[in-house]
């Protein structure tokens, strides 16, 4: 660890080549540069303090051999240079001459064409090319040549969002990658500016992107602002399809990275990173993962060189020899050959077996059903189709000199199924198209394979429409190949980085009164100490994938014990990594601790599933099961129901006297008076209404929605007239009967009416719900209704203006009482509600208007505007309530039907039906 | 006094990523890496394994069950992308229905309340959130809103159905016209609020609090007051309780209930809505309610409290 300081900005750069001198690599943050010696690591780093108020811009060590000990750091628009001597380093020089401020570049150079590419964000030299240099302008790419600074050579619209990093190919001197805001990395050719010639898509936007010093691979790293992803991903250019290493360990995002020369007669690339936690890591790159990089069956002609043995066998005139080079340094000597090996460059002879091999890793053959298998050594290729019942193998031979007018052989193997006619046609087109390339020295592989699936498709359309039999089914299609086949997603791999980490433990309310949760088990433990956080993704997992390498981890408090993060992978099984991994490795650790202590976990088989544990904490609710149970709702007797809800509250040990005083303000003797004229009613007193009104604010607060809804219930029915109730005995309020079947016909309440038990009252008897006050309000004209009206309203305890609340403080205490399975107890609850609790959906009940006999749904039909109902009894249009039987369809106003069934049972237009007994549901 | 009621030994071959009880609180369906889904009978302290459902080809990430009035159907998704959607007909499970509509590994399921049918809300990996509506005779329904979270979208959770207020202007008889609502948290640090308009899924609200990704959000029930309160939860270790006083304004205010050490994975909401259950990276589960003033206290400490969290935190300092 370098420092506790705060910035950000922070510059590694690695002391390049130098074969047996130690490497150093130097740390620039605002005050200090710090040198660290890789070789080793663990010494605490070395200190250069800076004068400067500035950020540094850029560090960067000389990369010529001789001056290898000088390095040159920028600030604002001074260039410092240092010599690092025995350990210590001194300014040696400083360099002054920019006008601007440049963010990053190779000063030492660029100072001589800086007024020209000022304000480039990323300048960096040609590897190969000394002449050459690329600046990055927000998307765009500039090309210079030092030889003409005046203008640059080409200009490269390479990107839509601001390019945050900018690398040459290492091997070719016209390519470079650029990586950009816009979640891409793009490789370029610039000679060819406006065409990529290969697009790598991220989902992120990316920081940079640099070639590996060996073969074709690629690293990326994410944007550090977006922190999200911790890991460098390695790529094969050759297949960009998917990533071939994550490099994962560090545990903040990482800020920059270098590759380190490599050491002589070492096979081992090591790259150096550095994350914003301030942790240097070093990474080696084994032959293993070399390899990886570069493609196993052919190797990519735009890169060049590979490194792999199979393709040097094939390819004789390729240099054995891996280039070793570092960035920035020219290597002249090969120059040369990168240049002959490029696309689109000579085509002499000698450059021609590269010319089959570069046809058969450009050729795109990602074609529906056809499957191509090259052989660049053999100069030949197998090109399989399957179409329907039919198969075509076909070998493709290529000439010495292909393609120098010089055709491939055709020929067919078996098991091809295709008539012979169609075999000696498809030959001789494939030939024609052959020839008509070569002629031109084109490559014709691709053109051929094409030729022969249109062939093959028109073959099998013309088939299938001479099919003999129409009944037979031909047989099915082989399911076409995704176009782009992707790699089977391996869990917990990088592919996974924008998955959430999956919760190991946790905890959950449940039914009413049940904390359920899940930990882990006791025997697991992170393998991160406690003080880091928990990984965010899923793609952390990938450390325990196989072949992972060995991060170290350096500190400077713990420098002693290099602490080995991941050594092997921790399941045998390898394509089974589990979530357990992450936690399983401390256990182990832990065994060796406990061990050292002299317990012995060792042998107790590893459990991975914690217990459940569910726990009851009702206690904390404001909500009482056994209230639930006990308390009741008795509108005949709301005194009683007080006095009993007083009593079962005071049992479960609750003291509020909520009921006391619920039962205080429902007394008979406060009840309102039905004249307007008289006193002003209870509920205006301040013990009235307000009373109430704190009440509930306050079990509010408590989110007691048991108590919540027991006051609404039980004051909902004392505005009510207590005559009403005890009339009938039978404890309901009108609101259900009616809304039992609610027709949704205006001013029409249609009921059914069953045994007189529960008759329905002609509004506006007693109060019923809020529904009547509406129509009320609309209806009555007469200033004395009105009076009433208000009257009403006003000696009820619960203001009716809140009435939706109420009824929502019911329905959810009903879906608690559900939850305990009080189901009676729930329905005696939602009787009280305003609305109907289940809005009504089955049976409406329309009539046909008694003189057009068209279907009418309300009082007066649309069509002759006549009344469309007429009462049984008195033969007048209904226009009030209104009950019908449901057996024979007569019926007519409530008073008179009720008055007729109290004496009868049979319908009174002596039509026979037994209403009484036919309608009862 | 807080109790255990029931230790629950599932025999998971693997680490346990979620646990819920049916609305009885009788039941119990646990899901893990191991791939399966067990539903245990847990009343009066038992445990039978009623089930083992076996249908995922990935580690399960979350079940949900379904209410009651609709039988006994439980939903649970995993990283093999897919949501299974099983039910229990004449006492044995089978899978009703699998859902495969996602490209990414599904994070959350989450039932909308039974008011408005049978509809499940899934999130997932690809940033799109899809919404699957039983449409009765096995016939459903899917309403995919693409690109919900970039990145990924890592929690769904619905509003209550009673949303006070909504109903005020109702005309009278009509059934009550609910909004649909639901709130999502995701990858790009963002808490989303979505509603149903004709028909059609829309983002109605963003809320902007956290600075690493959101990985759980919480709507707490209503008991019928004015306020929606939601819980949100991140990486970043913070736990926001976000409230509106009128969901038609849609104007809702943070509230910052704590930073915690480690990331938040979960946060759960008591029936009544005024306790929240936080639970984290860290193995720890803490209780906060709110008291009248207003103010979150953490009451795991409180006597009453103390066997809810303190076993929990035995493990912890044993970890350490």
């Known amino acids: 660890r370098h420092c506790s300081s705060a910035s950000v900005n922070v510059i590694v750069a690695l002391q390049h080549h130098c074969s047996s001198a130690p490497v150093n690599i130097t740390v620039a943050l605002r005050r200090f540069l710090y040198v660290v010696n890789l070789e080793t690591p663990s010494e605490a780093p070395r200190k250069i303090g800076r004068p400067s108020k500035w950020d540094v811009g850029t560090v960067q060590w000389n990369p010529h051999r001789a001056e290898s000990h000088v390095f040159a750091a920028s600030s604002n628009q001074r260039v410092d240079l240092y010599t690092w001597r025995d350990g210590c380093g001194e300014v040696h020089a400083s360099l002054q001459g920019h006008t601007r401020p440049d963010l990053s570049g190779y000063y030492l150079v660029t100072s001589s064409v800086d007024t020209y590419i000022s304000g480039a964000s990323q300048v960096k030299w040609n590897k190969r090319n000394q002449y050459l240099l690329a600046s990055s302008h927000d998307g765009d790419v500039r090309i210079w040549d030092k030889r003409k600074p005046n203008t640059a050579v080409e200009y490269v619209a390479a990107h839509l969002s601001k390019i945050h990093g900018l690398d040459w190919h290492p091997d070719n001197e016209y390519i470079l990658a650029t990586s950009s805001q816009d979640n891409s990395v793009r490789f370029w050719d610039y000679r060819q500016p406006r065409k990529y010639l290969n697009i790598l898509s991220c989902q992120v936007p990316v920081w940079k992107a640099r070639y590996t010093p060996f073969s074709n691979g690629l690293v990326t790293v994410m944007v550090p602002q977006l922190r999200r992803e911790n890991s460098l991903l390695l790529w094969s250019a050759l297949d960009l399809n998917s990533p071939v290493h994550a490099f994962v360990g560090h545990d903040d995002v990482v800020l920059e990275f270098q590759w380190r020369p490599q050491k002589e007669a070492s096979k081992e690339y090591q790259m150096v990173t550095l994350s914003r936690d301030q942790t240097l890591r070093i990474w080696r790159l084994d032959p293993q993962l070399q390899k990886l990089c570069a493609n196993d069956l052919v190797e990519d002609p735009i890169e060049g060189i590979s490194l792999t043995t199979e393709s040097e066998k094939s390819l004789p005139s390729q240099d054995p020899e891996p280039t070793i080079h570092s960035c920035g340094l020219p290597a002249e000597n090969l120059q040369d050959q990168a240049g002959a090996l490029t696309s689109g460059g000579r085509h002499d002879s000698s450059a021609l077996p590269q010319t089959l091999q570069q046809e058969f890793s450009l050729v795109n053959l990602q074609i529906r059903n056809v499957n191509v298998e090259m052989d660049a050594v053999n100069r030949s290729c197998v090109v399989s189709a399957v179409f329907g019942t039919n198969q075509v193998h076909l070998v493709v031979k290529f000439p010495s000199h292909y393609p120098n007018n010089a055709a491939p052989s055709f020929q067919f193997i078996s098991p091809t199924t295709i008539p012979t006619a169609m075999r000696t046609k498809i030959q001789k087109i494939l030939t024609d198209t052959s020839l008509q390339k070569v002629k031109r020295n084109q490559n014709c592989l691709e053109p051929c394979v094409r030729q022969l699936v249109s062939c093959l498709e028109s073959y099998m359309t013309q088939e299938d429409g001479s099919a003999a039999n129409p009944y037979v089914l031909s047989n099915p299609v082989t399911p076409a190949l995704p176009a782009f086949p992707r790699v089977t997603n391996t869990y917990g791999s990088y592919q996974d980085a924008n998955i959430p980490f999956p919760r190991t433990s946790g905890a959950r309310f449940c039914g009413t009164g049940c904390l359920v949760y899940f930990t882990r088990p006791i025997t697991m433990h992170r393998s991160v100490p406690p003080t880091e956080p928990t990984p965010r993704s899923l793609s952390a997992l990938s450390a325990y994938h196989s072949g992972v390498l060995t991060p170290m981890k350096m500190r400077s408090e713990s420098q002693s014990s290099l602490r080995l993060y991941s050594g092997s992978p921790t399941h045998t099984d390898k394509d089974h990594v589990s979530i357990s991994s992450f936690y399983y490795k401390e256990r182990k650790s832990r065994r060796f601790k406990t061990k050292r202590e002299g317990a012995d976990y060792g042998n107790r088989p590893v459990k991975l599933a914690g217990k459940i544990i569910i726990q009851e904490i009702s206690c904390l609710l404001p909500v009482h099961k056994a209230l639930g149970e006990t308390y009741i709702l008795n509108v005949n007797d709301i005194q009683d129901t007080c006095q009993k809800n007083a009593a079962a509250a005071l049992v479960v040990g609750r003291r509020d006297v909520v009921w006391a005083l619920a039962s205080a303000a429902t007394s008979l003797e406060l009840s309102p008076d039905s004249d307007p004229d008289a006193d002003a009613p209870w509920a205006r007193h301040p013990f009235g209404r307000h009373l109430l009104e704190t009440l509930l604010d306050h079990y509010s607060l408590m989110s007691d929605v048991q108590t919540l809804a027991m006051l609404c219930s039980v004051f909902r029915t004392q505005g009510c007239s207590q005559d009403y109730f005890s009339l009938y005995g039978h404890y309901t309020s009108s609101s259900v009967s009616s809304g039992s079947c609610y027709s949704t016909s205006d001013s029409t309440t249609t009921t059914t009416w069953s045994i007189g038990r529960d008759p329905e009252h002609v509004p506006p008897l007693g109060e019923s719900s809020p529904d009547d006050y509406r129509y009320a309000n609309q209806m009555y004209t007469d200033p004395r209704e009105r009076e009433r009206e208000q009257h009403d309203m006003n000696k009820r305890l619960l203001d009716p203006a809140n009435t939706m609340q109420f009824d929502d403080f019911k329905k959810c205490y009903g879906e608690i009482l559900h939850r305990w399975g009080l189901k009676d107890k729930r329905a005696e609850v939602l009787k009280f509600t305003s609305c109907p609790p289940e809005p009504h959906k089955g049976i409406e009940f329309g009539v046909y208007c008694c003189h057009c006999r068209s279907q009418v749904r309300g009082t007066q039909c649309a069509v002759c505007k006549r009344f469309t109902f007429q009462c049984a009894i008195c033969h007048v249009a209904v226009r009030g309530s209104s009950n019908f039987c449901l057996s024979c369809g007569h019926g007519g106003h409530t008073s008179h039907m009720m008055e007729w069934f109290r004496t009868q049972d049979e319908c009174p237009t002596g039509c026979g039906c037994h209403c009484l007994l036919q309608s009862t549901f | ?320």
């Open chain 2, 1 to 320: 006094m807080v109790s255990v009621i029931n230790t629950v030994d599932t025999s998971h071959e693997d680490m346990i990523h979620d646990a819920q009880m049916d609305y009885y609180g009788t039941r119990l369906a646990t899901c893990s890496s191991d791939r399966s889904v067990k539903i245990f009978d847990v009343k009066n302290g038992g445990q039978i394994l009623v089930a083992d459902l076996r249908g995922h080809e990935g580690p399960v990430w979350q079940v949900a069950w379904a209410h009651p009035m609709y039988g006994n159907i439980l939903a649970s998704c995993s990283y093999d992308r897919k949501v299974i959607i099983w039910k229990e007909e004449n006492g044995t499970w089978d899978k009703m229905y699998e859902y495969t509509g996602h490209d990414s590994s599904v994070n959350s399921v989450c039932w909308g309340p039974y008011d408005f049918g049978l509809i499940l809300a899934c999130g997932s990996s690809d940033g799109a959130i899809s919404l699957v509506t039983c449409s009765g005779d096995q016939q459903w329904d899917i309403k995919k809103i693409s690109n919900a979270h970039t990145i990924g979208c890592n929690a769904v959770s619905w509003a209550p159905s009673v949303v006070p207020g909504s109903l005020i202007d109702q005309p009278s008889g009509q059934k009550p016209n609910f909004i649909k609502r639901f709130v999502s948290g995701g990858c790009d640090n963002l808490v989303k609020l979505w509603k149903e308009e004709d028909g059609q899924w829309k983002e109605d609200q963003k809320l902007e609090a956290h600075s690493d990704w959101v990985r759980d959000v919480g709507w707490a029930p209503s008991i019928g007051l004015p306020t929606s309160t939601i819980a949100s939860c991140s990486q970043d270790g913070r736990v926001f309780i976000w409230t509106c006083d009128d969901l038609s304004g849609n104007t809702w205010t943070a509230k910052l209930l704590h930073k915690f050490n480690d990331v938040v994975w979960h946060v759960s909401w008591s029936v009544t809505g005024n306790i929240l259950a936080v639970s984290g990276g860290d193995n720890k589960v803490t209780l906060w309610k709110e008291s009248a003033d207003g103010q979150w206290a953490c009451i795991s400490d409180v006597n009453k409290g103390q066997g809810a969290v303190s076993s929990i935190a035995d493990g912890a300092t044993n970890e350490q």
